[in-house]
């Protein structure tokens, strides 16, 4: 018989009953809340008379709607305000554990589960949000579920679940100096398409993704939901068992001894079975720079954008014919000759120490472009925006002319105050370059943060590699 | 919910791929707390001319008249004839609330983002998935003719063309047998309640670590 796959092995590991259909009543061990899709959770549960089934497996903090500039008076629109209040009264009614706005710990559910070691090895994991793949990076099964799942949860602490399929994606090689976990990334959507991933579980493998850092896994895993995929996993390694120790709910004494001897087998077996595999070099990764409307409109920064003339699916030609009249680029040219009106440097996708120490070693003794209206950097967390504060890369950011913001999701969706204007272009760390993503009209360019500050500093986009430090 | 009875339905084609659940309902209109009343919001980008706000009155916002679901041929469509890869990007259960309080109750599509179909099932969308030719053929009948509508069959798991001839498709049987009976599933759930406990109790001896951390 072959080995198991990791995915294999935390699946099986959770199975509460395997039913005949074909689904199974899979447990889950940890769900993580926000303001956006938790209150008609709670709602319901209220109308049906229900208590949640462990208090202990959740943990809540408002991100989306939060604003990231002066926090001192109230949030100034009257809805946000509202939802960010009711996750408040929810989570003190029922009795859940939540990191308010003004809390040092609050931030991006994606960024504060791991730091404070809500996220573990070997945990299912689920938050109503897509990006909650983040988590797989831990050798977690970890993925995006609707309201009425987050309501189930609340309730029965459990999934109705049918195992996907098994995609591994190995990135060999080594990557270049300035390639950074997001061009991995995104090089990968743009190799099998942002419903590549469709039904699958993917992991990620391979020593480039060995080489990551936790926060690079991250990224990496943050964006399987923009190939497709509902989860995305890396293996357990020293580095993963390294990022947990003394953090605040990880295990500690005998309990921690116990957990890296189980979490020490989160990994496929050598001669486990794959239903899919892909492969990339990593050496051949450039620095990526999304042009259209999808996460899978990608280039190296050196290519021209495509012809949909030279496109033979004419669905696909008939999308880039309309991602090019949206984002008033034209074929043939280089994101070099694209200005953009803003950069954000943030998201759950790109707002980790890692990230903002990434931007700041650009961005040190230069200034934002004075084409640029506007450049900012949102910490994930508010802890990350101490640390960062600690190493003096504020210092350097607002030197340099960028806007030092509190933490939250921001200019990723703009559900908060920060967002684009109409037609405008921005170089965005984040995951989503859709239509309207980050403001009305807007136009995304999803990019590495050492490319977003280039962007700033040039006042194009610009190959990283050519900025000498 | 309620139960899903077989109906025959006006089909608006959508005729465009990866249709986003940004598009399908814009980021401002997740503020709200409740699970109803995004119907006028649905495809506001592409639907207004204008940018739309939270709590506004829509009837007087300027139309975009090429926008199919503005057009009159289409007025109470209920079959949504879509492209590959609906309803792909976030996990928001807006985008289902925001296509059936429009009153869609189907979705036709070559395929479906993995979040969004399965959130479709638990608020009495059904997803069905069609070959592409089919699909290519339905965009061309649609297309021929005014009025053109089907007939939905779920219990058979059969669409019904106005020639009388029939498409069958697939559906999970434990997602049929919720959508058809009306199900709540968390109460389904709560019928293994033992089997949670006991499952639970096991695990706290190989992993208690994953117990009593966060309080």
Redesign the interface.
Known sequence: MAGKTLYDKLWDAHVVKQREDGTALIYIDRQLLHEVTSPQAFEGLRLAGRKPWRLDANIATPDHNVPTTDRSGPIADEVSRIQVQTLDDNCDEFGIVEFKMHDARQGIVHVVGPEQGATLPGMTIVCGDSHTATHGAFGALAHGIGTSEVEHVLATQCLIQKKMKSLQIKVNGVLGAGVTAKDVVLAIIAKIGTAGGTGYAIEFAGPVIESLSMEGRMTVCNMAIEAGARAGMVAVDEKTIEYFKGRTYAPKGGQWDRAVEYWNTLHSDADAQFDAVVELDGAAIKPQVSWGTSPEMVVAIDEPLPDPDAESDPVKAEGMRRAYHYMGLKPGITMADVVPDRVFIGSCTNSRIEDLRAAAAVAKGRKVSSKIKQAMVVPGSGLVKQQAEDEGLDKIFVEAGFEWREPGCSMCLAMNADRLGDGEHCASTSNRNFEGRQGYGGRTHLVSPAMAAAAAITGHFVDVRELSH | MEKYTQFEGIVAPLD???V?T??II???F??????TGFGPNLFD?LRYLD?GQ??QDCTNRPINPDFVLNQPRYKGASVLLA???FG??????HA?WALTDFGFRTVLAP?F???FF??SF??GLLPIVLAEDIIEDLFKQVAAHEGYALTIDLANQQIRKPDGSVIEFEV???RKHCLIEGL???GL??Q??D??KD??AA?RQ??????????
């Open positions: 465009r791929a990866n986003d940004d598009l814009p980021k401002q997740l503020k709200s707390i409740k699970r980008e940018e939270p709590g492209r590959r890869n792909c990007g976030s996990s928001r259960e289902p395929s983002a993995d979040i399965n959130n638990k608020n999970d049987p434990f709540d599933d968390i759930t709560l293994d309640a089997l949670i499952y639970e695990r190989t992993a208690p670590w994953l117990f009593d951390a966060i309080k």
